[in-house]
C-alpha cells in the first residue's frame, strides 16, 4: 500500500434538507492523479470544496498525511493548490501580476515569486501574453493561467475542477499533458471530470460518484476489468473465409473452451468467460495456411464500466453539460 | 513573516486596482468641495468655517469608504477572486484587517483635503491637533467597519451601492452634524446614539471648537467599542455566509 496523502472518511455535506454528499469515503496516494467522475449535480465540486476548506463539513473526517485538519483546513491550504471549476484570476491584472498576487498569498519572498511567474508562464508557454491583462486572454489562456496561479508555490497536491472546462481540443491536450509532466514531478494530482475519456487518459484511480454516493472506486485497469462480462479477441485474417460456418464449427470442435464465429468474411471473433490463450488458436490457424494479419483483444473502456455501474447514459450526460 | 507578506501585498494590490485609481483620487479631491459648497448654499453667507469643518470632514470620509469598500469586495466576491484569499493559508481576520486597511487609508487621505482647505485657505482654528487626527482615524475606520458590514449582507455590487446609501444618508441628518441631537425629535433621539457616526463626529466637533455634546472619553470609548463589535460580527457572519 502506497502512503496516503488525503483520507476522507464519511464526508457528508448537507445544505439544509439537500443532502450534496452523502457519506463518502476514499484515499488519495501519494503522487497519483485521482479523479472523481460523475454528471451534473453529482457532488464533485462540493467535494473538492469541502477539501480544501470552501465548504464547511457536515459530518466526517478529512485527513492530511494522517493528520485530522477537519478543524484546520488553514493547514492544509499551505499545501494544496486548487483550481476552480471558473477562472477566479483578477480581470484587471496581467498574467505575470496575477501570479506574483497569488505566491505573495503564500509568504513567497518578492524573488522568490518572481522567479517562479516567469517559470510558470515559461511552462504554460503564456510568455508573450505576460504582460496583458487577464480579461483580454482567450478561453484556454484563462484556463492556463488560473492552473498555473494554483502552482505557485509548489503545492504537494493540486486540486483540478473541471481540467478543461469548454476548452478546444488542442488546449485540452495540452492542458492534460502539463497534469501529465506536472505529476510525473510527484506532484498529486486530484481533479473532478464529466469527460470519461479524460478520465481514462489521465487518472490512475478513478471514483464514480451520483447523487452524492461514491459507486465504485478503483484504478482504471480494474475498473474497466470488472465492468466486462467476457473476453474477446478478434482475430484478422489476410483471406477471406468462404465457408464460414463450417469454418467456426470445426475451430469449436478443435478449441470447446472458447465459442468462436464470424464478425465478417474476414474477422473471427474469439469469446470465452476466462481469459483466452489464443497461441494453440493461431498455431491450429496457420497449419491451415492462414495469414493472420492482426489478432486483438476487445478492450471494454472506461466508458462501459460507468455506464454500467452508474446506469447513467452517457450521451444524456454530454447533453446536459452542453446546455449549461 | 509569511502572514505579513500577504498582508502586506493584499493591502498593495487593493491600493493599486482600486484606491489609487485616477477616478477615486479625484472623488477623494472633488467631494469635499462639493460638501463645501452645499454648506456654503445652506447657509446663503460666507459659512463660519469652524460650525461646518467637522460636517465636511465627516461627510468626506463616511462617503469615501463606506460604498468603496462594500463595492470592491462584493466585486470580488461576484468575480470570485476573493476565492482565492479565502484559499490562502492565511487566517480570517488577518484577511480581513487586510481588505479594510486600504479603505482606511483612503478616507483618511479623503480627509485631507478639506482639512488643509479649511485650515489654510479659510484659517480655521484647531484646538486638539492630536484629537483631530484620531477623530479622523476613528471615523475613517468606523465608515470603513459599515461598509464591511454591508458587503456581507449585499450580494450585488448594486446591492452594495444601494445599502451604503441606506445607511448614510440618515445617518448625516441623525448624527448631530447639521441639526444637533437635542433638536431632534424625542423619539429619533435614541436612534442617533446608536450610530457610531454620531461619536466619531462629537470627537472632531471637540477638536475643533471644544464645543461638544458628549464628554469625549464616552465618546472614544463608544466608538472604539463600536469598531470591535462591527469587526467581529462581521467576520462572525462571513465565516458563517461566505464559506458554506
Ligand atoms: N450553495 C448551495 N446550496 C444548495 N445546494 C447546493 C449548493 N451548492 C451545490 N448545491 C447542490 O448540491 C448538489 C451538488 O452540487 P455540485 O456543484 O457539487 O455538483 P457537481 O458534481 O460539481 O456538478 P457539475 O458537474 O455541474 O459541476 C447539486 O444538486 C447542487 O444543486
Ligand atoms: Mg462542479
Redesign the pocket.
Known amino acids: 500500500m502506497k502512503e496516503k496523502i488525503i483520507e476522507a472518511r464519511n464526508l457528508t455535506k448537507k445544505?439544509d434538507d439537500?443532502t450534496?454528499v452523502n457519506d463518502i469515503s476514499f484515499q488519495v496516494e501519494k503522487g497519483e492523479i485521482f479523479g472523481l467522475l460523475?454528471?451534473?449535480?453529482?457532488?464533485?465540486?462540493?467535494?473538492i470544496n469541502m477539501l480544501t476548506g470552501m465548504a464547511k463539513i457536515s459530518a466526517g473526517k478529512i485527513y492530511y498525511d494522517g493528520i485530522d485538519l477537519t478543524k484546520n483546513m488553514k493547514k492544509a491550504q499551505e499545501i494544496i493548490g486548487v483550481v476552480a471549476?471558473e477562472s477566479n484570476l483578477y480581470d484587471e491584472m496581467s498574467g505575470y501580476d496575477n501570479l506574483c498576487f497569488c505566491g505573495s498569498l503564500y509568504g513567497l519572498s518578492k524573488t522568490e515569486r518572481e522567479n517562479k511567474a516567469k517559470d510558470l508562464l515559461n511552462i504554460f508557454r503564456l510568455n508573450e501574453a505576460g504582460n496583458a491583462k487577464f480579461k483580454a486572454y482567450s478561453k484556454g489562456m484563462k484556463r492556463k493561467l488560473t492552473i498555473a496561479a494554483a502552482l505557485i508555490h509548489n503545492p504537494q497536491i493540486l486540486f483540478l475542477d473541471?481540467p478543461t472546462p469548454g476548452i478546444d481540443v488542442a488546449s485540452a491536450r495540452q492542458i492534460r499533458d502539463l497534469i501529465k509532466t506536472l505529476n510525473e514531478k510527484n506532484t498529486t494530482v486530484f481533479l473532478?471530470t464529466?469527460y470519461i475519456e479524460e478520465a481514462e487518459r489521465l487518472c490512475d484511480r478513478v471514483a464514480f460518484?451520483n447523487k452524492?454516493k461514491i459507486i465504485m472506486i478503483d484504478t482504471v485497469n480494474n475498473l474497466i476489468n470488472a465492468a466486462k462480462d467476457e473476453n474477446l479477441i478478434e482475430v484478422v485474417l489476410k483471406e477471406k473465409i468462404s465457408e464460414k460456418v463450417q469454418f467456426a464449427l470445426k475451430l469449436n470442435e478443435e478449441f470447446p473452451y472458447v465459442n468462436c464465429s464470424f464478425k465478417n468474411d474476414d474477422t473471427l471473433n474469439i469469446i470465452s468467460s476466462k481469459q483466452i490463450d489464443i497461441s494453440p488458436i493461431v498455431n491450429h490457424l496457420s497449419s491451415q495456411n492462414k495469414f493472420i494479419i492482426e489478432a486483438r483483444l476487445h478492450r471494454p473502456s472506461l466508458e462501459d464500466a460507468f455506464v454500467k455501474w452508474t446506469g447513467i447514459e452517457i450521451d444524456l450526460m454530454k447533453k446536459e453539460k452542453e446546455k449549461? | 513573516m509569511k502572514q505579513s507578506i500577504a498582508f502586506w501585498n493584499i493591502l498593495l494590490k487593493d491600493m493599486k486596482n482600486y484606491y489609487l485609481k485616477p477616478p477615486n483620487i479625484s472623488w477623494g479631491i472633488v467631494f469635499p468641495f462639493a460638501w463645501m459648497l452645499m454648506m456654503f448654499i445652506r447657509t446663503r453667507t460666507v459659512f463660519n468655517i469652524e460650525e461646518v469643518f467637522s460636517g465636511i470632514v465627516a461627510m468626506s470620509i463616511l462617503f469615501g469608504t463606506t460604498s468603496m469598500l462594500s463595492v470592491t469586495i462584493t466585486f470580488e466576491r461576484k468575480s470570485r477572486s476573493f476565492e482565492r484569499l479565502l484559499l490562502a493559508p492565511i487566517r480570517m481576520e488577518l484577511l480581513i484587517t487586510a481588505k479594510i486597511t486600504g479603505a482606511i487609508l483612503f478616507g483618511i487621505f479623503n480627509s485631507i483635503i478639506p482639512v488643509l482647505f479649511s485650515v489654510l485657505y479659510f484659517k480655521a482654528a484647531v484646538a486638539d491637533w492630536t484629537m483631530l487626527v484620531t477623530g479622523i482615524i476613528l471615523l475613517s475606520i468606523i465608515s470603513t467597519l459599515l461598509g464591511l458590514f454591508i458587503s456581507v449582507s449585499a450580494k450585488e455590487v448594486f446591492e452594495a451601492q444601494t445599502y451604503s446609501n441606506f445607511f448614510r444618508f440618515p445617518m448625516i441628518f441623525l448624527c448631530g452634524l447639521f441639526i444637533p441631537i437635542s433638536a431632534l425629535p424625542v423619539l429619533i433621539q435614541p436612534l442617533s446614539y446608536l450610530l457610531p457616526v454620531t461619536y466619531g463626529v462629537d470627537i472632531l466637533k471637540y477638536s475643533i471648537t471644544g464645543d461638544n455634546a458628549l464628554s469625549i472619553v464616552l465618546d472614544l470609548a463608544f466608538v472604539i467599542t463600536f469598531c470591535f463589535v462591527l469587526f467581529y460580527s462581521s467576520l462572525f457572519f462571513i465565516k458563517k455566509k461566505w464559506i458554506?
Request: hydrophobic share 25%.
Open positions: 445544505y439537500f450534496a460523475g454528471p451534473n449535480g453529482a457532488g464533485k465540486t462540493t467535494t471549476d473541471e473532478t464529466h460518484l452524492g449549461k | 458554506i
